[in-house]
């Protein structure tokens, strides 16, 4: 099991840096790894949603709703980091059990609320996970070579060493970071009307 330690040198490793005690240790490494890598952590996780980091969970309205436009206003969970997808009220089948609920377009996020006409809302979201035990090993592997490249640009400020070892990350890692994830799942059946059936 990698702890957050383990995982940052890693990446410190991979650029070439001494290792560290801990994320708080005053070591300048330290401090540069404090700066780099959570946003570089919630960036990957909100832009690639990796399913280590999907929760589901049932909101809770706000006290004071919206101005205007909308009936609710329901607060996100702490470490969302973006909601992809929604299910709301069904009125012909009047049940609080999620499992009925239907998929509607009647809702939007603004700050760190999510606005909405359903008085029952609950949604599926990815949430920042900032325990590398956590991870998926191949999304271990690619972030932390991410991360050697933005601690390469930093300290060595050597933009050629710090593009090979992005690059590395890119061709190697993340495809299979991604495929990984990607087979975790049911087969979907692919369906095709007859005029596109015929066309082939």
Do not use: H
């Amino acid at each position: 099991m990698s702890s957050e330690t383990d995982f940052l040198n890693t990446a410190l490793g991979r650029a070439g840096l001494p290792a560290i005690t801990s994320l708080q240790a005053q070591e300048p490494n330290a401090q540069w790894c404090r700066t780099l890598y959570p946003p570089l952590r919630r960036a990957m996780i909100r832009s690639y949603q990796p399913n280590f980091a999907k929760k589901r969970k049932i909101l809770q309205p706000d006290a004071t709703g919206p101005v205007f436009g909308y009936a609710y206003a329901f607060n996100l969970p702490d470490k969302c980091l973006m909601v992809i997808e929604y299910a709301g009220d069904l009125p012909t089948v009047p049940t609080t059990d999620p499992k009925y609920y239907a998929i509607t377009t009647t809702w939007k996020v603004e700050g760190r609320q999510l606005l909405s006409n359903d008085s029952i809302v609950a949604v599926r979201y990815v949430e920042d996970i900032d325990n590398p035990a956590l991870w998926d090993p191949m999304w271990f592997q690619w972030l932390a070579t991410l991360l050697a490249a933005d601690l390469i640009d930093a300290v060595y400020k050597d933009p050629n060493r710090s593009k090979v070892k992005r690059e590395e990350a890119i061709a190697y890692w993340m495809p299979s970071a991604l495929a990984t994830d990607g087979q975790e799942k049911s087969l979907q059946e692919f369906i095709v009307d007859d005029l596109t059936w015929g066309r082939q």
